[in-house]
């Protein structure tokens, strides 16, 4: 592995330039093709292993020189021997193992410092947004004081890499705790071995985390994803801003929506399909009645499809409803099936609209473009015999701003709807 190689290098050797020569010479070189090469000069960071010309023999998760066939070259990047996103590229210039701990402090702060500027009435926000912030494979989120840290690359998972991002963490966040996240699955992909989510530094995993003064209960080792859905902050402020008199949220999680619907209607369905998810949204119900006027709340475990499908022919109305389903499209093949799934939602949820009834519609499929959603909901309009206006197209909270051209970055659409 590079980290072997690095720390071998490194020991006790000056900083001379003769040595500095040497370790520059020991850095692996890969070659990509034309397609990736382009891919590199138009602005993505990724190339995928089909694009790499052999010999491909760097180490899992070393600090690698990328160069076209023509050996020019076109910067530094962290290599995956095993995922098909080889090249994860971090910098046009040439830099030294010796060299990397450096640059990926100054990231982390700078990515901290962006945060500042950008997250306001909370407490808990994305702080590390991986490609977004030039530390590809590399996730941190804020719950209050405990933050989350992701792993997703072997390159990240190297000790010595992990040891400088947590050095700089906790040195920025000193009262806070540090939990790893392990997605099971992208350790499978990444052949690295299988490992427990686990505290790492500090004493608690749990916290109350309170975005636009509504309450969480956060748990750091249990939950799904990372627990609460940060991206989704600020659009749960913009669908307060409109909603009002009865509401039904679907897919509801913890409440994320529902309770900030709360403050403002006089009643709201929260359903999902996961119990323990509602009995946290129930006990963060609980969090937040104690200091905030609330309308009714009723938690249902229900499938949202079969619940709208009633509720519509039995004629149920309301005058606010959210959509937030899980990813229906997990690759690009699923586009078709995925987008029937959210017309039949939405065109049921536009039926069941009183006048000026406002609908609050998501996706998190980055498959389904902002495009296709909206023709998507024109379609359900259509068929639902309604005439719709919009009211805003939004997209992830400010603290995880997509990067220009890598497409990946910019997954979810939350799309206002009024219904006229
Ligand atoms: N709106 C939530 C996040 C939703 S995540 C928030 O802002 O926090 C998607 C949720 O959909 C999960 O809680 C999952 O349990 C639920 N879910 C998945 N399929 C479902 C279905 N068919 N019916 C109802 N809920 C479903």
């Known amino acids: 592995m590079g980290k072997r190689r690095a720390a071998r290098v490194n020991r006790g050797r000056p900083s001379s330039f003769s040595a500095r020569k040497l370790l520059a010479a020991s850095i692996p070189v890969i070659t990509v093709n034309h397609r990736g090469a382009a891919r590199l000069r138009g602005g993505h960071l990724w190339v995928y292993r089909s694009d790499l010309v052999p010999p491909t023999d760097a180490p899992a998760g070393s600090l690698v020189h990328?160069?076209?066939?023509?050996?020019?070259?076109?910067?530094?990047?962290?290599?995956?021997?095993?995922?098909?996103?080889?090249?994860?590229?971090?910098?046009?210039?040439?830099?030294?193992?010796?060299?990397?701990?450096?640059?990926?402090?100054?990231?982390?702060?700078?990515?901290?410092?962006?945060?500042?500027?950008?997250?306001?009435?909370?407490?808990?926000?994305?702080?590390?947004?991986?490609?977004?912030?030039?530390?590809?494979?590399?996730?941190?989120?804020?719950?209050?004081?405990?933050?989350?840290?992701?792993?997703?690359?072997?390159?990240?998972?190297?000790?010595?890499?992990?040891?400088?991002?947590?050095?700089?963490?906790?040195?920025?966040?000193?009262?806070?705790?540090?939990?790893?996240?392990?997605?099971?699955?992208?350790?499978?992909?990444?052949?690295?071995?299988?490992?427990?989510?686990?505290?790492i530094h500090g004493e608690s995993a749990t916290t109350i985390s309170t975005l636009n003064g509504v309450r969480f209960h956060f748990d750091g080792l249990g939950g799904q994803k990372t627990g609460a859905f940060l991206d989704q902050r600020e659009n749960y402020a913009a669908a307060a801003r409109y909603a009002h008199g009865e509401a039904l949220d679907c897919f509801t999680y913890q409440g994320g929506f529902a309770l900030h619907l709360a403050r403002v209607c006089d009643s709201v369905t929260g359903v999902d399909s996961s119990r323990p998810a509602l009995e946290v949204a129930e006990q963060n119900e609980q969090l937040n009645r104690a200091t905030h006027r609330s309308g009714e709340i009723e938690w249902m475990e229900a499938n949202a499809f079969d619940l709208l499908k009633d509720y519509a022919t039995a004629g149920r109305q309301y005058d606010t409803i959210v959509l937030d389903p899980p990813a229906f499209a997990k690759t690009k093949r699923n586009v078709p099936t995925a987008l029937r799934g959210y017309k039949e939602l939405n065109l049921r949820a536009l039926k069941m609209l009183r006048p000026s009834g406002v609908l609050?519609?998501?996706?998190?499929?980055?498959?389904?473009?902002?495009?296709?959603?909206?023709?998507?909901?024109?379609?359900?309009?259509?068929?639902?015999?309604?005439?719709?206006?919009?009211?805003?197209?939004?997209?992830?909270?400010?603290?995880h701003p997509p990067l220009l051209i890598v497409a990946e970055t910019s997954y979810l659409k939350c799309v206002i709807l009024l219904v006229m």
Do not use: W
């Not at 705790?177 to 989510?197: F, N």
């Open 66 to 199: 990328v160069r076209d066939e023509r050996k020019r070259l076109l910067g530094s990047a962290l290599y995956s021997s095993s995922s098909q996103i080889a090249i994860r590229l971090l910098t046009s210039d040439a830099i030294t193992e010796e060299q990397l701990p450096a640059l990926l402090r100054e990231r982390v702060v700078s990515a901290i410092e962006f945060r500042r500027h950008v997250a306001h009435d909370t407490d808990s926000y994305r702080v590390i947004f991986s490609e977004a912030d030039l530390l590809p494979g590399l996730m941190l989120d804020k719950y209050n004081d405990v933050l989350t840290l992701q792993a997703l690359t072997q390159a990240f998972d190297r000790e010595d890499l992990r040891q400088v991002v947590l050095d700089c963490i906790t040195e920025h966040f000193p009262r806070a705790s540090v939990v790893e996240r392990v997605d099971a699955h992208i350790r499978e992909l990444e052949q690295l071995p299988a490992r427990e989510s686990q505290l």
């Open 360 to 399: 609050t519609t998501c996706s998190c499929s980055f498959h389904v473009s902002e495009s296709e959603f909206l023709e998507m909901l024109g379609s359900a309009a259509a068929d639902a015999g309604r005439r719709v206006r919009i009211l805003e197209k939004r997209g992830q909270a400010a603290d």
